[in-house]
């Protein structure tokens, strides 16, 4: 098969790469499209330990079933592969599993991932394509369980409804764009700014949020305080920003993966009483009321996709790298 292969630091080659084998509980997959990931782009830049060349990337995926029991059924794929028998696999955090694995990762266990024409994944992590779910627009159900999973995870925690909340989501890339969709439109909520300095990310925010769309350093962000923040980008700058602007009893959600230390001022976290969630992933049942919410359009038509041909995959990466790709997501199509 073709594939679009890591092989080495901001190095992709689209070449041939042995076919995946069928093995027992599993199915192979022909890839009808496939998301660039913020962790496909962390992992280009050579500073994941988890995925090392070389290897295939991807694991927003969506396709037909080419071999498997289930011959011919149109899937979206839940890439989180947990081992089912521990604590947290019984008791619907699977995310948690000791021995997760993603696919596109080859650290600790080798997984290929969806750049590529082909790819294997357990029966148990295939998921039916809902009905009015595009299916190259599928592999966006992904992220928007990341999304979800952090919307949700502290919204059980409030002492008032999330939809009253002044929220601040810092980033505006898909998983920035996709919880502030969710926000408005799933949650309710009245009060939501996203930050993001990229002027053409920020345009492409703006035309579909109703929220309004702002920079960083913006008076409007840099005076105000919030209840909520999303820091989708985790970098040291984003931590500090996002305790500097937070109201007493706020909670900070962290889903960024950029770098992972850095100074933040844990005074003001204890004087102010500010809670600091980090959230990874999705439990299964967020991966199937994702599909839902896709399926009925309620976080809108997904018009901010941009989609590119596999084979020049390896541009769309250098141009996500030089931020000179406006939309908060590329799907490559096999
Ligand atoms: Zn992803
Ligand atoms: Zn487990």
């Given at each position: 098969m073709k594939a679009l292969v890591y092989t080495g630091t901001e190095e992709l080659t689209y070449k041939d790469?042995?076919?995946?084998?069928?093995?027992?509980?599993?199915?192979?997959?022909?890839?009808?499209?496939?998301?660039?990931?913020?962790?496909?782009?962390?992992?280009?830049?050579?500073?994941?330990?988890?995925?090392?060349?070389p290897l295939i990337l991807g694991h927003e995926i969506s396709g037909i079933i080419e071999e498997g029991s289930q011959k011919g059924k149109k899937v979206v794929l839940n890439p989180l592969i947990t081992c089912g028998n521990c604590d947290y696999c019984n008791s619907g955090s699977e995310h948690l599993c000791s021995k997760r694995v993603?696919?596109?990762?080859?650290?600790?266990?080798?997984?290929?991932?969806?750049f590529a024409e082909l790819v294997s994944v357990p029966d148990k992590n295939i998921y039916e394509l809902p009905n009015d779910l595009e299916m190259k627009k599928a592999p966006i159900a992904e992220p928007t369980a990341v999304s979800l999973h952090a919307v949700e995870?502290?919204?059980?925690?409030?002492?008032?409804?999330?939809?009253?909340?002044?929220?601040?989501?810092?980033?505006?890339?898909?998983?920035?764009?996709?919880?502030?969709?969710?926000?408005e439109?799933?949650?309710?909520?009245?009060?939501?700014?996203?930050?993001?300095?990229?002027?053409?990310?920020?345009?492409?925010?703006?035309?579909?949020?109703?929220?309004?769309?702002?920079?960083?350093?913006?008076?409007e962000v840099e005076n105000n305080s919030f209840d909520l923040i999303f820091d989708?980008?985790?970098?040291?700058?984003?931590?500090?920003?996002?305790?500097?602007?937070?109201?007493?009893?706020?909670?900070?959600?962290?889903?960024?993966?950029t770098q992972p230390a850095g100074i933040f001022d844990f005074r003001k976290a204890t004087l102010q009483e500010i809670t600091f969630i980090g959230t990874y992933c999705y439990t299964n049942n967020d991966f199937a009321k994702?599909?839902?919410?896709?399926?009925?359009?309620?976080?809108g038509d997904l018009n901010w996709i941009e989609f590119r041909?596999?084979?020049?995959?390896?541009e769309a990466f250098k141009q996500i790298h030089d931020g000179t790709c406006s939309s908060p997501k590329i799907i490559l199509i096999p």
């Open positions: 790469f042995i076919n995946p084998t069928l093995i027992k509980d599993e199915s192979i997959i022909k890839v009808s499209a496939s998301g660039i990931c913020g962790s496909d782009m962390h992992a280009y830049h050579g500073k994941d330990e988890r995925r090392v060349p993603l696919l596109g990762m080859n650290r600790p266990i080798e997984r290929q991932g969806g995870l502290f919204e059980k925690s409030l002492l008032k409804p999330i939809k009253d909340q002044k929220i601040l989501v810092i980033g505006g890339g898909a998983i920035g764009l996709i919880c502030a969709l969710i926000l439109k799933v949650k309710k909520c009245k009060s939501v700014i996203l930050s993001e300095p990229n002027e053409s990310r920020r345009n492409t925010c703006s035309k579909n949020l109703k929220s309004q769309c702002l920079k960083p350093h913006d008076p989708t980008v985790g970098l040291e700058i984003t931590r500090q920003n996002a305790i500097k602007l937070a109201n007493p009893g706020a909670t900070i959600i962290h889903i960024g993966l994702t599909l839902e919410i896709l399926n009925n359009k309620q976080i041909d596999l084979s020049k995959g390896s």
